[in-house]
């Protein structure tokens, strides 16, 4: 079976790789991957020297742990503000408390989260200046009447300045069968727990169950995260579907991992630069996680990983004012 190529997958690749891979796509019909591997190159513009190398690897071509790496992060927790001082903590509290409940909530959450990827989150930015304007895209019952149409999505991305946008076309109009054969905006999402496809995930972490308590209590929620790598959202990579999770109060010990977090996590390797990868994205969460059980007895503020994440978010943004820009929370039901 071809693989479905990923903004993501794309970007791992060296130069030589993806023209190699543009090439197969020509040969083969491939419109999306060759649309996809010109906008990666396009991204790259005069560093191509530097990404057509690899990162220098020390243990199994990674960053080798320190042997104590859970104590160094477990201090960098202990020294976080106190969660009810930051206002995205107290944001994903409340989110936590009272969850999405429909399918047009999640439809918007998949938009929002899944357009943030790569662009610029400033609160002046394209992204930001696109969900303002609260467009028909982020309106399920009008995707499912005119999402299907390739051409009208493209043109609805018109005129923002947004990055990649055939990947944020394919976003939608892959994802669109999805909720199209599950209802309509609001048809509510505990009603999908037994429908068997991919949107049941968020129907059964709606309800009370055994799924939602594999997630709550954070020692067994490395189980339920593993279970993600597989659910297949079009162009949703780990990141982004976490986000959607965390954003929509629907999971709480996840982590939506990014640069942010891997300079977070720097001081637990032992030198050379870590990145976001496919293969290492459950090593890097579970060591967060192995971390907060540590010293959730002496910071119980930090409840959940949901809530570090949200700290961090705050505090590695210029101010806690900014981090509640509308990219960061134009998923929230108060603005559905």
Known sequence: MAKDWRLEDISELCDEEIRTLRTNAECRGGACVIALCNTVLASRGNSRSTRNRRP?????????MNSNAVDL???LFRGLPIAANMPNAVRRQQLQARP???LGELWRLFVVCGFSSQENSSENGPLANFFRKDGPLLSLDRVIKDGSKLEWVLAQLV???LRFTPNKALLVTGNLPFFAQSGSSSTRLDSLSQSGGPLSLFGRLSLDGSLRDSDREIARSATFSAALQ?????????KQLRNILVNGGLSRNVVPLDSRWMNFLRPAFKGGKIKVERSRYLVYEQLLRDALISVIEQRPDLENLAIVDAVVFSIKDQSSTDALRPTAWFGAAEVL
């Open 56 to 64: 220098v690897a020390t243990q199994n071509g990674h960053p080798e």
């Open 73 to 75: 992060v477990a201090d």
């Open 100 to 102: 999405i409940e429909t």
């Open 159 to 161: 005129g923002f300045g």
């Open 230 to 238: 597989d659910v297949p959202f079009p162009q949703i990579g780990q």
